[in-house]
């Protein structure tokens, strides 16, 4: 059996957890899932409150309060926190395992050079590497930072979560089935939960969290979301239901947002990191089984 001796917690509060990867799927697979009626997705689905990881740049050492998993969850059904940047956070897998010894987890991953490479042209749309004053202007100057390249770690990350949870507690998906079988790894992940099958509306546009969405926020854009900041929720939350059911962003709108950096992944990126990776691939594929074949194919040809 996988972990050492715990002191037990009641800690009823989450039942599964989509732990990553950041750019592989991972919002257009929670928000499918939280079709059914056996699933019950967290508000907002990344509540961020286990790892040291809250998103892409910020890291803390504090211990998370587990009385906030309350007010993140309404409905029936088996509760899923989706927070993708659990899976690299080093401090999750021990921090569940005390209090959550009976969880699951459903890891979404992707090629992990091009995982990498969504990761950080998103992140030069959103502007989030200078607002925490970093130097993100290159793919290489990126990679160096392990706030970008921690999530593409897969045999390393695999590893420490193996050391508190046996391997049953996990189902790997290849974010490539979300695109060219998603029923096929949607029966897996209803099978895995023990959970009926279910009819979904399989919409890829919806909820997709594309490049092509995270368009930079122009001065307009900035102001309407101070205004927003300030309207009384009572008023405010039905309308943001409302639009998020649709799948509208307002701040998508041309004036308040304007079209975004587009990088091309050619073979330089992988030049930059593909060896290191594909030693991560195969750590992860002697640990779990999961073929990586075709990932480490591809790396071997552009490098």
């Not at 546009?205 to 307009?220: D, E, K, V």
Request: glycine letters at 4%; a negative charge.
């Amino acid at each position: 059996m996988a972990g050492g001796n715990y002191e037990l917690l009641p800690m009823p509060e989450v039942d599964v957890f989509l732990i990553g990867a950041p750019k592989a799927g991972t919002t257009w697979l929670s928000y499918v899932l939280d079709q059914h009626d056996e699933i019950n997705l967290s508000d907002p689905k990344e509540p961020n409150i286990i790892a040291s990881h809250k998103g892409t740049f910020i890291r803390t050492d504090e211990e998370p309060d587990w009385s906030h998993f309350e007010k993140h969850f309404n409905g029936q059904g088996l509760k899923l926190d989706a927070s993708v940047h659990t899976f690299a956070c080093p401090l999750s897998p021990s921090r569940i395992r005390n209090h959550l010894p009976n969880a699951k987890f459903i890891l979404c991953l992707r090629e992990p050079v091009a995982r990498s490479f969504s990761h950080w042209n998103m992140v030069l749309n959103t502007k989030e590497a200078s607002a925490n004053n970093t130097d993100w202007s290159t793919f290489e100057k990126a990679w160096k930072d392990a706030r970008l390249s921690d999530d593409s770690l897969y045999g390393s990350s695999m590893n420490r979560w193996l050391k508190e949870f046996d391997l049953d507690k996990f189902v790997i998906i290849d974010s490539d089935r979300l695109k060219s079988n998603p029923i096929s790894a949607l029966r897996e992940i209803e099978n895995f939960l023990e959970i009926q099958n279910h009819e979904y509306n399989l919409d890829e546009s919806r909820h997709s969290n594309s490049a092509a969405s995270r368009r930079p926020i122009t001065f307009l854009g900035k102001s309407a979301r101070v205004i927003f900041s300030i309207i009384p929720d009572i008023i405010k939350l039905p309308i943001v239901k409302m639009l998020q059911k649709r799948d509208f962003n307002i701040y998508n709108l041309p004036i308040l947002s304007k079209r975004g950096i587009s990088h091309k992944l050619d073979d330089t990126h992988y030049k930059i990191c593909g060896e290191e990776l594909i030693e991560e691939l195969e750590i992860l594929q002697k640990l779990t089984g999961f073929n990586v074949e075709i990932w480490c194919d591809e790396i071997n040809r552009r490098i």
